[in-house]
């Protein structure tokens, strides 16, 4: 079992930046892939970023990569996104995951565990 805890979100301007982390407890963190996603209002729940295990790999959805980093200290039991450049249709509420699987995916359904997500808003 992992228990998966976002912090960071918040109210942030277009052009500004946010990092989000999520804190992890339970199981061996550096066994898990884990994965950034979000939810706006009306829509399904889309992929924004995920890490391998060993963080040296990383993948994004086309609609953030240059503007958002996903980065994990193993040690901490961590995982971040870093958010550069924000656009308003970046609002939405980001939610953590982990994944067991044995590589990287932008499947939410392959994913074990979730955190309670963390409200992201940018204002134009």
């Known amino acids: 079992q992992v228990q998966l805890v976002e912090s960071g979100g918040g109210l942030v301007q277009a052009g500004g930046s946010l990092r989000l982390s999520c804190a992890a407890s339970?199981?061996?963190?550096?066994?898990?892939?884990m994965g950034w996603f979000r939810q706006a209002p009306g829509k399904e729940r889309e992929f924004v970023a995920a890490n391998s295990r060993s963080g040296l790999t990383t993948y994004y959805a086309d609609s953030v990569k240059g503007r958002f980093t996903i980065s994990r200290d193993n040690a901490k039991n961590t995982v971040f996104l870093q958010m550069n450049s924000v656009k308003p249709e970046d609002t939405a509420v980001y939610y953590c995951a982990a994944s067991s699987g044995a590589t990287w995916t932008q499947r939410a359904s392959y994913y074990n565990y979730w955190g309670q997500g963390t409200q992201v808003t940018v204002s134009s």
């Open positions: 339970g199981r061996t963190f550096s066994s898990y892939v």
